[in-house]
Nanobody, 126 residues
């Protein structure tokens, strides 16, 4: 059974940093591209970025480039989202997920990812 668990969210002030972690079990982690998404109430999940087993990461939101960094540790079955200089508009529930179609390639469409975890909430106040 595949399990995905995100952690590391919290409430911070604008300009501060957070590092989100995501650990996956139940699949051959190396085979899968991993995506980070975020969602605010009333909207769909937007793709923050994605990383294949060997990288480099791809970023799909212009607003996070140069502030967010995606990395992965294949030995630890984990993927990370380092978020610096956080802004109130980054407030969202953050999710990671493995790709479930064309699993080795990155993508930005949420329906192409599966095995969603509970997410981790990030709240940034001004």
């Amino acid at each position: 059974r595949v399990r995905v668990q995100e952690s590391g969210g919290g409430s911070v002030q604008a300009g501060e940093s957070l590092r989100l972690s995501c650990i996956v079990s139940g699949l051959r982690f190396d085979d899968y591209a991993m995506g980070w998404f975020r969602q605010v109430p009333g909207e769909g999940r937007g793709a923050v970025g994605c990383i294949t087993w060997q990288g480099p990461p791809q970023y799909y939101m212009a607003s996070v480039k140069d502030r967010f960094t995606i990395s992965r540790d294949n030995a630890a079955n984990s993927v990370y989202l380092e978020m610096n200089n956080l802004k109130p508009e980054d407030t969202a529930m953050y999710f990671c997920a493995p790709k479930n179609t064309g699993v080795e390639r990155c993508g930005r469409v949420a329906v192409d990812f599966g095995y969603w975890g509970q997410g981790t909430q990030v709240t940034v106040s001004s």
